[in-house]
C-alpha cells in the first residue's frame, strides 16, 4: 500500500503542478564494486552515508552496469540504449585502438567501436532540457573527445568532463583537466566536483527545476590514498591479523578476495563523506524531499589484474572487465521523491533501464525509438517486469586479462560464453552467485536455449564481432 502511495503522490507532484516538478540529482561513482559499499558487506571500508540515504531509498540487490568497463555503460546511461545497439561496446578508446598489447599473442582481434557517443542519439540531458530543466554535468564523462563533451548533449553547464576516464593530473590540484580549473594548492578532486555541484544548486535559476549529474572520478585509478582519511584505514589495518589481501586465480589473472588495502578505503570513505555533504545540503535547504536521487556505478570494481588489484567483491567472481558477478553487478539506490523508507527489490535491473525510470517517474514525455531500458516504475508498484533476458556483450580484450566474450541471463540462470575456444559456462545464480559450479554439461538443454537467444539477441542489436587475427603466432 506504502509503494502506491508513494508512486500517486509523485505523478500528482510531477504533473499536477508544473511549477514544482521534482529536482534530479545523479550520482554516479567510476568503478564502484558491490561490496565497496559497506551495507553489502564490508568489514574494511566506511560509507556511513551512503548508507544512510539507503535507508529511504529503493536499494536494488541485484542491479547490474550495462558493461564490465565504464564507457559502454555512460553511453547507455545517457540513451536507455544497450551498448550494442550504440557500438560502444569498449572503454574509449580501448586497448585494441592504441595498440597496448603485442597483437601476435591474441587469437582475435577486438571489433572496431565507436569513440564517442553519436550526436544524432537523444540523451537524458536532452529530454530534460526540452522539458523545462536546468541541466548540469560535473566530473568524468569519457564519451568522446570535443564536439561530443557534454555541453555538446544537452547539458547547459559542462565542469570537468572531457574525454579521458582517469584524472590525468591524479586526485589533488594541479588536475590537468581542460574543462575544470586548476584549485588551490591541497584541493581533493572530489571534493571540489562536489562543491561545483552545490554551488550550481545554490545559483541556479529558482523557476526551473535542475538536474544535476554528478560523476565522480572516484574510485578509479590512479589508487592515490586520500590524506584526510588514509592515517584512519592504516591504524584500522592494524587491528586486523590478516594484514594482507588474499587471491585466488581467475584465467590468466588473480582476484582480491578481501578489504585491505588504506589506500582505497580512504577514496571511497571521501566518496562517501560527498555524498553526505550533498545530501546534507538538499536536506538544509529543504530540497531533499522534492529530489529524485540516483546513486549507482558504471562497472564492478577492479578487483581482477595481472597484479594484485585495490579491491575486492567477493564472494563475486572476477571483477571489472569481466562478465562473471563481480565485473557487472553494482551497488544501486534510486530515492523517489517523499520517499522515507526503504525497499530492497530482488528483480535483476540494468544500467540502460535508468534512461525510462528516471523520466517516467518524473512525468516527462519523450518519444525515442529502440529504447533498451525497462521502466522500473512497475516494480515499485508491486508489479513483475516483462523481461526475461538480460545480456551482455564485451568481445574486447582487457587490462584485466578478459578474453572476448557475451553473457546472457534468464530467471535465475546465466551462460556465460568466451569466443576464442567457443566454450560456454552456465551457472544457477540462485544456488550460486558466486559462480562456482559450471553446470554447463549438466543441462545442455538449457544452454542451447540460451546460446540461441543470445544470438536473436545479437542480431537485433547489430552487435559487433570479433574475427580471426591474422598476425596471431603461437
Given at each position: 500500500m506504502k509503494k502506491f502511495y508513494l508512486i500517486i503522490s509523485l505523478i500528482i507532484l510531477s504533473c499536477s503542478n508544473p511549477n514544482n516538478k521534482p529536482n534530479l540529482l545523479f550520482i554516479l561513482v567510476d568503478d564502484l564494486g558491490w561490496t565497496d559499499v559497506s551495507y553489502n558487506g564490508s568489514d574494511f571500508y566506511e560509507t556511513y552515508n551512503i548508507d544512510?540515504?539507503?535507508?529511504?531509498?529503493?536499494?536494488?540487490?541485484?542491479?547490474?552496469?550495462?558493461?564490465?568497463?565504464?564507457?559502454?555503460?555512460?553511453?547507455?546511461?545517457?540513451?536507455?540504449?544497450?551498448?550494442?545497439?550504440?557500438?560502444?561496446?569498449?572503454?574509449?578508446?580501448?586497448?585494441?585502438?592504441?595498440?597496448?598489447?603485442?597483437?601476435?599473442?591474441?587469437?582475435?582481434?577486438?571489433p572496431k567501436d565507436r569513440n564517442e557517443l553519436p550526436l544524432n542519439e537523444t540523451t537524458i540531458a536532452e529530454v530534460l532540457k526540452m522539458n523545462g530543466y536546468k541541466t548540469f554535468y560535473c566530473g568524468k564523462w569519457h564519451l568522446g573527445s570535443e564536439g561530443y563533451y557534454p555541453e555538446d548533449q544537452g547539458f547547459d553547464i559542462n565542469i570537468g568532463g572531457f574525454e579521458k576516464g582517469s584524472p590525468m593530473g591524479g586526485y589533488y590540484s594541479p588536475y590537468k583537466n581542460p574543462k575544470l580549473s586548476d584549485g588551490p594548492e591541497g584541493e581533493y578532486l572530489t571534493d571540489r566536483l562536489t562543491n561545483e555541484t552545490i554551488d550550481f544548486i545554490e545559483s541556479r535559476d529558482k523557476s526551473k527545476p535542475f538536474a544535476a549529474f554528478l560523476s565522480?572520478?572516484?574510485?578509479?585509478?590512479?589508487?592515490?590514498?586520500?590524506?584526510?582519511?588514509?592515517?584512519?584505514?592504516?591504524?584500522?589495518?592494524?587491528?586486523?591479523?590478516?594484514?594482507?589481501?588474499?587471491?585466488?586465480?581467475?584465467?590468466?589473472?588473480?582476484?582480491?578476495?578481501?578489504?585491505?588495502?588504506?589506500?582505497?578505503?580512504?577514496?571511497?570513505?571521501?566518496?562517501?563523506?560527498?555524498?553526505?555533504?550533498?545530501?546534507?545540503?538538499?536536506?538544509k535547504n529543504e530540497l531533499f524531499d522534492n529530489t529524485l536521487i540516483v546513486f549507482t556505478s558504471d562497472n564492478g570494481g577492479l578487483s581482477t589484474q595481472g597484479k594484485v588489484a585495490p579491491t575486492s567483491?567477493?564472494?563475486?567472481?572476477?571483477?571489472?572487465?569481466?562478465?562473471?558477478?563481480?565485473?557487472?553487478?553494482?551497488?544501486q539506490l534510486i530515492k523517489l521523491p517523499g520517499q522515507a523508507y526503504r525497499e530492497i527489490i530482488y528483480e535483476p535491473v540494468v544500467s540502460h533501464d535508468l534512461f525510462p525510470t528516471i523520466l517516467n517517474a518524473m512525468g516527462l514525455k519523450y518519444e525515442i525509438d529502440n529504447i533498451d531500458g525497462m521502466d522500473l516504475n512497475a516494480l515499485f508498484l508491486n508489479k513483475e517486469l516483462d523481461r526475461e533476458y538480460i545480456f551482455w556483450h564485451f568481445p574486447h580484450y582487457h587490462g584485466s586479462l578478459w578474453k572476448p566474450g557475451s553473457a546472457i541471463r534468464n530467471k535465475g540462470w546465466k551462460l556465460v560464453q568466451f569466443y576464442e575456444e567457443n566454450t560456454k559456462e552456465l551457472y544457477n545464480l540462485y544456488d550460486d552467485f558466486s559462480e562456482s559450479s559450471n553446470l554447463a554439461d549438466t543441462y545442455p538443454e538449457i544452454v542451447d536455449n540460451l546460446s540461441k537467444k543470445m544470438e536473436e539477441i545479437k542480431l537485433d542489436l547489430n552487435a559487433n564481432k570479433t574475427t580471426i587475427n591474422q598476425n596471431y603466432k603461437k
Open positions: 544512510r540515504l539507503s535507508l529511504s531509498s529503493m536499494l536494488f540487490f541485484n542491479a547490474y552496469a550495462s558493461s564490465s568497463v565504464c564507457s559502454p555503460t555512460r553511453a547507455s546511461i545517457m540513451t536507455g540504449k544497450h551498448p550494442a545497439r550504440l557500438n560502444i561496446t569498449d572503454w574509449i578508446p580501448g586497448l585494441e585502438e592504441q595498440n597496448y598489447y603485442d597483437i601476435t599473442k591474441n587469437i582475435l582481434n577486438g565522480f572520478y572516484n574510485v578509479h585509478t590512479p589508487i592515490q590514498e586520500n590524506k584526510e582519511f588514509y592515517d584512519y584505514y592504516l591504524e584500522k589495518l592494524n587491528g586486523y591479523e590478516d594484514k594482507e589481501p588474499l587471491t585466488k586465480k581467475e584465467g590468466d589473472a588473480k582476484t582480491v578476495l578481501n578489504h585491505r588495502n588504506p589506500k582505497y578505503a580512504s577514496m571511497v570513505h571521501a566518496t562517501d563523506n560527498n555524498v553526505g555533504k550533498i545530501i546534507n545540503y538538499l536536506k567483491v567477493y564472494p563475486l567472481r572476477a571483477g571489472k572487465g569481466w562478465l562473471y558477478e563481480g565485473g557487472i553487478k553494482i551497488p
